[in-house]
């Protein structure tokens, strides 16, 4: 009874990412708040990395980059939209988000084991794991469509790069760090009772 228990709330939980995400990716498609959404996509697949593990996390990227994958063809917002079609922008970059921050938050956790250390585990698995989406999604796209990018941007590729970085990639790091922290522990309390 009690693993029936268990596995229900494993799917609940799984479902409530599942449906966060698609609710973030959704509204990426309205103009105004693309932005801000994009901030957000991938804090249920982080979060559901660190609480359930890397299996589980691997699965919820899939998931996410499945949705931002059917977004860009649905409804495509820019030019950029017609590269994420390809899954191996949209949907592998997306798997290792699943995987990194749990990889993190065990390493931090077994070197630092306290309350504090738990904490900053967490913090620092939410930040790796944006900071992955970022890396690996640039790193796709140079190895798959650089000539192009070059061509919609006009500029060079490494240029391209350094402005993401330097705005993009430093707000979605932040958020993802400071938001994963809460989340978590809600639902941790959430659980024991």
Avoid: C, H
Avoid at 98 to 124: C, H, R
Wanted: net charge positive.
């Amino acid at each position: 009874m009690n693993s029936i228990f268990s596995e229900t709330r494993k799917l609940t939980f799984l479902g409530v990412m599942l449906a966060l995400t698609i609710v973030f990716v959704a509204i990426t498609a309205i103009p105004t708040a693309s932005a801000t959404m994009a901030l957000l996509l991938f804090i249920p697949t982080i979060v559901t990395s660190i609480v359930m593990g890397p299996k589980a996390g691997a699965l919820m990227g899939f998931l996410a980059g499945a949705t931002t994958m059917l977004r860009a063809i649905i409804a495509p917002l820019n030019p950029f939209d017609v590269l994420f079609i390809n899954p191996l922008v949209s949907i592998l970059p997306r798997i290792f988000v699943g995987v990194v921050p749990f990889l993190v938050y065990k390493l931090i956790k077994s070197l630092m084991k306290n309350e504090t250390g738990d904490k900053l585990a967490i913090l620092l698995g939410g930040a790796f794991g944006a900071a992955t989406n970022t890396a690996l999604v640039m790193t796709m796209l140079y190895l798959v469509y650089a000539k192009k990018v070059v061509e919609m941007v006009g500029v060079g590729f490494k240029v391209f790069l350094v402005t993401i970085i330097t705005t993009n990639a430093i707000l979605e790091v932040t958020a993802a760090a400071i938001l994963t922290v809460p989340a978590v522990l809600a639902y941790r309390k959430i659980s024991k009772q």
